[in-house]
């Protein structure tokens, strides 16, 4: 059963880095389409960037060219790296996947990026 977990969020300053981590896939076999989302207080849970099993990416606008999201098949892991940071990005990010017709979450990981 996929039990997703998410990493490396944290307090970063303004055009810092962060790279999160998403573990437990056990195996890529079968999924759809895998990426992240992420949900500021008081707001709706957004779309920030996907990969789809042909490896086709897609992100929103306000990440274009700062975000990168990525796979290590070997470890089994989706990775999100951040750079660039803004303070609109604070926000808790979650890892998602579809594998058949079933959708997967994780539990969350807070990014804060202030000065």
């Known amino acids: 059963q996929v039990q997703l977990v998410e990493s490396g969020g944290g307090l970063v300053q303004p055009g810092g880095s962060l790279r999160l981590s998403c573990a437990g896939f056990?195996?890529?076999?079968?999924?759809?389409?895998m990426g992240w989302f992420r949900q500021a207080p008081g707001k709706q849970r957004d779309l920030v960037a996907r990969?789809?099993?042909?490896?086709?990416?897609n992100y929103a606008d306000s990440v274009m060219g700062r975000f990168t999201v990525s796979t290590d098949n070997a470890k089994s892991t989706l990775y999100l790296q951040m750079n660039s940071l803004k303070p609109e990005d604070t926000a808790v990010y979650y890892c998602?996947?579809?594998?058949?017709?079933?959708?997967?979450w994780g539990q969350g990981t807070q990014v804060t990026v202030s000065s």
């Open positions: 056990g195996s890529f076999l079968g999924v759809q389409v």
């Open positions: 990969r789809d099993s042909k490896g086709i990416t």
């Open positions: 998602h996947v579809i594998i058949g017709f079933m959708n997967y």
